[in-house]
């Protein structure tokens, strides 16, 4: 059974037991297929998202590797992504962790 330890969730996720769309629970789309699942904690993940990297390389912070994070419900609900400039939830984000640069996903 294939298997994906993501940076989005603790538990490995599988493939899910039943084939089908739901709502990704890290992009929020409706009718996606399910790539991968937790079904004990009803955890979902679409393709894309499923394929998101742990570490990237990104043209305006080239100096070091971003991280993928998980939003802290201790720090703002929000971010600004210091590339684009736009505003995301700030609960999946790439970060530097010597320099504290966040760019959101979509950046």
């Known amino acids: 059974m294939a298997e994906l330890q993501h940076g989005s969730h603790e538990c ?11 709502i990704c629970n890290m992009c929020f789309f409706k009718d996606e297929p399910v790539e991968y ?3 004990p904690c009803n955890f979902d993940l679409c393709k894309p998202c499923s394929e998101l990297p742990l570490k990237m390389w990104h043209h305006l912070h080239p100096e070091h590797a971003l991280e993928f994070c998980i939003g802290d ?6 971010m600004i992504c ?3 400039g736009n505003m995301s939830s700030g609960s999946f984000y790439y970060e530097c962790k010597k320099c504290e640069h966040s760019h959101g996903l979509g950046s």
Do not use: H
């Open 82 to 84: 210091i590339g684009c």
């Open 37 to 39: 699942a937790c079904d």
């Open 12 to 22: 490995a996720l599988t493939l899910p037991k039943i084939v089908g769309n739901g």
């Open 73 to 78: 419900e201790r720090k703002s609900k929000y």
